[in-house]
Structures are given as C-alpha cells and as structure tokens.
C-alpha cells in the first residue's frame, strides 16, 4: 500500500509539473516571440567599440535578469537522462527562454531610455536557491551592455 | 561597413528542440525501468541460488553475537535505563525477516519471554511438528535448529528471522482458537527457515540496494531514486510472494503428517482476511499473496472439508480439532 501511495504522488507531481509546464513554456515563447517583433529596432551587439556615428551618444548601463524555475518533470526527465547521457533537451529550453527573455527586458530597458542600440552585450547565468542535491532548482541568467542614447533622447 | 538597423530574426530550433519532451521521458524511463528490473530480477535469482549455499553456522553466528547483546540489556543487570531497543530495530538490522503479518509491530524485546509456561508450551508444540516434518515430505535439512520465542504484543504476528529464530505475539494466540491454526502458522515459519528464506531475502535486499546505490549514487535527483527504488521494490516482493507460497506448501505437508487432516489451518487467515479485508488489484506490490488465495490453495491441498471460521460450522465429515493448549490458552484471559 505504502508502495502505491508513492506512486502516486510522484505521478501525481510529474503529471503536475508536465502539465503546467508545458503551458508555462508554451505562453512564455509566444510572449518572447512578440516581445522580440516589438523591440527588433533596438539593436543588440557585441560589440565594444561604438560606431563612429555614436560618438555623440550618451551612455548607460542596462541590463535584464530573469529566473526561472526548473519544474518537476524536467527534473525527474533530467534524472533519467544523466543516467544515459546526452542532450537535456528539457533543461534546454529553459535555458533558451530565460536568455532570450532577459535579452527582451534588457532591450525594454534600453527603450524607455530612448536608446538607438546597445553595444558590449554580455551574459552571466547561475543557479539560484541553489537546491544542494534536493529540491527543485532554478535559474538565472543576467543580461548587461551599454545602452547608447541620441542626445535631447529621453533619459 | 553598415550597421544592423534592426536585430535579425533568428531562426527556431538552433538551442532548443520543439519535439515533444513526453516521448523523449517515456522511452527513457521505459529503458531505466526495464533494465533495472532485469538486473534486479537477475540478482534476485542469484541470491535465491547462493543464498541457501551460506552454512547455517554463520547464521547462528550473527544471531549468538545478537543474543548475547540482549542479555547484556535485560533488565536484570541493573544497567541506567535506555531507549528500549525494539523488535523492528533488529530486524532491519538483521534485514531479513518473513512475518506472516505484514504490518511490522514495534516490540519491546525485554518482554521476550516473560511468560515461561506459555514460551515452553510453545516451545513443546515447535518440537512436536519438528518430528512430524522430520517424517513429511518437507524434511528439514540437517544443521537446522529452531528456537521459538513468545512476545508480549497485541498486534497478532509472527515471524522468522536469521538463525532459526522464530517469533510469535501473543496477540497471534488471542486470535487463534485452535492448536490447529498455531501449527499452521509454525510451521509456515519453520518451512522459512528451512528453505533458508531469511539469508535469502536479506542477501536479495543487500544486493538490490547495492545495485540502485551503484545506479543513483551519483546524482541528485531524490525523485528518481525513489521510483527506482519503487521499481526495485516491487520486482522483489514477487519473489517474496513465491516464498510465502511455497512455506504455505511446506507447513501443509507438515500438518498432514502431524494432524492427518488440515482442518482449522486456514483459521489465522480467515482472521486476518475478516479483520482486513483482501485487495486482489493491489497483490503486486504486497509483500504477501492475497488471503483469499492462500485459503483456496489450502482448501484445494486439504481436499476435505474446511470449516470457514474455525469450528462454527463444523460439519459431521471434519475431523476433529485439537484444542490449544491451556498453558498457551492462559495468555489469552490474561489482562
């Protein structure tokens, strides 16, 4: 009996987590891909040097953070796959949605400032609420470049 | 060179994959899964072969370093008092027990024998149905030495462990109205040392939880490693199951020969199946068969008539049953 109540409760979560999941994902990309339609002139690069056309540009720092939670599907998923070894594809998605989005909330940052384009884009990813072999854990990644404002832009 | 005026639109599927994340789990798991269980299965097969090829002697060795243990704690010797050490303590030390019931009781193990009359009754009844099984065809093998134990515990139980070490509650004396039903359930636990079930069980669950330690050492994921665990868990208690059928067989040979009739053997679980009910869909993850499947299989052995409660209906063909013994019956009036 105890066996089967296990099971059920860890099919329970896993039917949970696949669930709310997938629907979590699936709004967050179609939020990412409007998102990315609105603010494609905002222009993203690596660039260090500034064009000399923005040698006038005042600048600032901007940056974007997000963190996003893993569910407990992917964990249990992620688990059988370090068994075997190989890509984890449910780990890869989160990481592609939580770059692009603090990509997005850098970029939002740089519009209300009025800037035409960051330059020196760079990005940092850690784990947070770090779950010391137990427990969900999630991610962040962090955005930061240097927005580059016209000047009589706003502030 | 130009500038970008707007950020390209990059392609989807470089980072990610749109595939379905379900198909990819599920012929993992159907994977780990399958293999476990063929390992488990594997090593259960090899415990079931080596298991009993371990000398009997060391059994006894383990268990004698145990008793002597227990000596040094009774109550006599005027040691400061400690936490009691329970039952269930030593047998998960011990590992390997094969209860009857399947709800392991905590018990206080200085209570062991403080009922000398009923322990050498019970004792006396044990020897009996050693020398009718020495006459059946469920002969014991040689070097196998029984010792029988009473514990003051209400919760009716009864088990055999490492060492030929077998206990009955007193609870399991309360509930029985025959000798009959007490002998089925000795020698149900006798046939389990005799076919060495508990270096069997406690060699199989060694090597398991060596196996899953070995599969999930390394990783995080307390979720995996439970359903691994679950996994391994319910390969073996079918092999758990076999045991108790096959002790069920063996006691029936042995009442045969001792009694000459099977009358009153079912008494213990037509008990438990009134008290708890029985659950055919949820057999497979019991570590015992289902009650109403080992009354039809005694009933089909017996070939004769079985009463279905332990005397209210015995009818004018059932032979007749042998009344417990009064030494054993005390306890039961007892407070």
Redesign the interface.
């Known amino acids: 009996m105890e066996a089967l109540l296990q099971l059920g409760v860890f099919l329970t979560l896993l039917l949970c987590g696949y669930v709310f999941g997938r629907r979590a994902e699936r709004k967050h990309y179609q939020s990412i891909f409007q998102r990315e339609d609105e603010l494609r002139h905002i222009v993203v690069t690596t660039e260090r040097v500034p064009e000399p056309e923005f040698l006038q540009h005042r600048f600032h720092l901007v940056n974007g953070s997000v963190v996003i939670s893993v569910d407990y599907f992917k964990v249990v998923a992620a688990g059988l796959r370090s068994l075997i070894g190989g890509r984890i594809t449910a780990y890869e998605s989160l990481l592609d949605r939580a770059r692009r989005e603090a990509l997005l909330r850098m970029q939002e940052q740089a519009r209300t400032m009025g800037a035409e384009t960051i330059i020196n884009t760079k990005f940092e990813t850690s784990r947070v609420s770090g779950n010391a072999g137990q427990g969900l854990g999630s991610m962040e990644v962090l955005v930061y470049g240097t927005a580059l404002i016209p000047v009589g832009g706003r502030t | 060179m130009t500038?970008?005026?707007?950020?390209p639109?990059i392609p989807e599927g470089i980072?990610?994959?749109a595939?379905n994340?379900?198909k990819?789990?599920l012929w993992?798991?159907a994977?780990?899964v399958t293999t476990l269980v063929l390992a488990v299965l594997l090593f259960s097969v090899l415990a079931q072969w080596l298991a009993p090829l371990i000398p009997f002697r060391w059994e006894q060795a383990v268990t004698e370093l145990f008793e002597q243990q227990l000596n040094e704690e009774s109550p006599l010797n005027e040691e400061p008092p400690r936490e009691p050490e329970t039952a269930k303590d030593v047998a998960s030390r011990e590992g390997a027990t094969a209860h009857i019931n399947p709800a392991v009781p905590e018990m206080r193990l200085d209570e062991v024998d403080l009922f000398p009359a009923a322990a050498l009754a019970l004792q006396e009844l044990g020897e009996r149905l050693l020398r009718s099984q020495e006459r059946s065809a469920a002969r014991p093998s040689e070097h196998i030495q029984y010792h029988f134990h009473l514990l003051a515990e209400t919760t009716p139980n009864a088990w055999a462990t490492l060492g030929g070490h077998i206990f009955v509650t007193t609870g399991l004396l309360s509930v029985t109205r025959s000798e009959n039903a007490l002998a089925m359930v000795l020698s149900h636990e006798m046939a389990h040392v005799n076919h060495r079930h508990p270096i069997q069980s406690l060699s199989r669950g060694a090597l398991v939880q060596f196996l899953l330690l070995a599969?999930?050492g390394g990783?995080?994921?307390?979720?995996?490693n439970?359903?691994l665990g679950?996994a391994g868990?319910?390969t073996m208690?079918s092999f758990s199951r076999d045991m108790e059928r096959e002790a069920d067989a063996a006691a029936v040979q042995v009442l045969l020969s001792h009694y000459g009739h099977l009358q009153g053997a079912d008494e213990f679980f037509q008990q438990m199946l009134s008290e708890h009910g029985d659950s055919r869909w949820?057999e497979w993850?019991?570590t015992h068969p289902n009650l109403a499947a080992r009354i039809e299989r005694l009933k089909s052995q017996g070939a004769i008539v079985m009463t279905d409660s332990g005397g209210e209906s015995q009818g004018k063909g059932a032979p007749a049953l042998t009344p417990l013994d009064p030494r054993l019956g005390a306890i039961v009036t007892a407070p």
Not at chain 2, 3 to 7: E, I, S
Not at chain 2, 219 to 224: C, H, P, Y
């Open positions: 500038r970008l005026r707007v950020n639109k980072n990610s994959s595939e994340p379900l990819e789990f993992l798991l994977g780990v599969v999930s990783q995080s994921a307390s979720a995996l439970s359903v679950q868990l319910l208690s949820r993850t019991q």
